[in-house]
Each structure stands twice: as structure tokens, then as C-alpha cells.
């Protein structure tokens, strides 16, 4: 049976992820075996041509997949791992999406020869703008690693790391990143309102500002620094804000002890 990838756990990760993949034309749905319990969420997989099962068991033992795809909830991964130990200590590689779950436990049900890579996605992933961190095991071959960061590249931007330990770190930026930048929105609106504008028209000025600006900073070649100092006229009304928000570096110690006590939580989830 032909099959390059088995995707273990189709819900709104799994699935934002599998679609990227067969719309950019990295993978065929023919070449995709997913194993999902819920009947609702594998007739998903079933539309887009991937053949499915309910359990690990409907997996045809013939089936020799290049890669599998773990994207079930952390606390799970236990129950669901040793389902798949057939397919350890060998060149089968396990790329996880399920936050806070390290190296260790996946060698540890799957056998410590078993090729690992362990990703952190956000929820932007979804409509293909996320961002992707990527750490993995030295037996995963160089090919293998390149072929799984351009699949990634369908749901967004990737980035690698060498030290597993930052991936706590990175889990507090830019996995829990997403949340900051929507109470952002969502305290801007309120300040928008506060100062006399029709809800609806806050609400749009807080999303509208915040996604062009992001997209002005992504596309630039100038660094952040330098785009708000464009924006910023002496003793103009910006200079004015940013006085409040920058005055004893409020806001960037808001920040990073915010960023610091994600970073500590995941560090305790991950024990």
C-alpha cells in the first residue's frame, strides 16, 4: 500500500495543516492515510481524497509511511503513541505537533532510534500564516528534515532551532503570541470606543491597524524600530502615545514578563 504520510489527529490543527499541504500541491490526498476517531472530522479527511480509519488498528500493516504526523492533544499522546510502536527505531520519522511534549516521551514509547522531529505551530497556521519552529533528533536525515520544512512552508513561516529546551521559549513568543496580539485588538477597540467611536467602526480601525502594520513590518526591509520612528513626528500625537507606552519601558516589561511566565508554565507542563 502506498502511503508517504499518516496523519494521527485531524481536528482544527491536524486539518488546517493537511489542507495546506494538498492545496499547494506538496502531497496528493491518495498519498495521505489519516487516523481519526471522530466520524465528523475524518469524513473532512475522506473529502479531500485521503484515505482514513478511525484507530491505529485500521491502518493496513503493510502501510510503510516516510513520515507520521502527531497532532493529537499533549495529554493524549500517551494513550495514543504506543499504537504506533511498529513503526519505531526505525527510518519512519514521528513529527509532533502536540505542544509541551518533549523528545523524551516519544523515545520513550517509540524506541530511542526512532527519528524525531518536534514542531510548534500557532493558530494562524490555519489560514497559512503561521509561524513554525522546528527541532529534531540527529537521526533524521538532512533530505527527510528539508522535505518536512517545506510542507510546513504551506501553513506559513519556519524557523529551526538546535537546542530543544527553547522550545519553552518559543511556545511563550509565538504559540502563545497569537493571544497577545488579540487582547492587543481587543484593547484598542476598547480605547477606540472610549475616545468616541462607534463600535463597529473601533473595532474595524483596531484589526484593520494592526493586520497592516504587521504585514508593513513583514514586508519591509526596514527593521520595527525604524518604521515607528517613520510614523513618529516630534512632539506630534504619536510621540504623545508612545510616551505613555514606552515611558520606563512599560510596555516592554509588560511584555516580557509576560512572555517569561508563559515560558516558566510550559516548562512545568512539559514535566
Known sequence: MSVSLLLVGCGNMGYAMLEGWLKSGKLKGSEVFVVEPNAGLRDRAK????????????????????????????????????????????????LSVAAGTPVATFREIL???????????????????????????????AGTLDFITDLLSASGAVATIADESLM???????????????????????????????????????????FGAASLAVESSEEPGTLRQQVTSPNGTTAAALAVLMGEDRLKTLLTDAVEAARLRSIELGR
Open 111 to 141: 524506541g530511542g532510534r526512532t527519528p524525531i522531529v518536534r514542531c510548534m505551530p500557532n493558530t494562524p497556521a490555519a489560514i497559512g500564516k503561521g509561524m513554525m519552529v522546528v527541532y529534531s533528533t540527529p537521526q533524521v536525515p
Open 168 to 210: 519553552d521559549a518559543v511556545t511563550a513568543v509565538s504559540g502563545s503570541g497569537p493571544a497577545y496580539i488579540f487582547h492587543f485588538i481587543e484593547c484598542l477597540t476598547a480605547a477606540a470606543e472610549n475616545a468616541g467611536l462607534p463600535s463597529e467602526t473601533a473595532r474595524l480601525l483596531a484589526k484593520q491597524t494592526v
Open 47 to 94: 473529502a479531500l481524497g485521503c484515505q482514513t480509519g478511525a484507530e491505529a488498528a485500521e491502518v493496513p500493516q503493510d502501510a510503510a509511511p516516510g513520515l507520521v504526523v502527531i497532532a493529537v492533544k499533549p495529554q493524549v499522546i500517551r494513550d495514543v503513541l504506543g499504537a504506533y510502536r511498529r513503526l519505531g527505531d526505525g527510518s519512519t520519522v514521528f
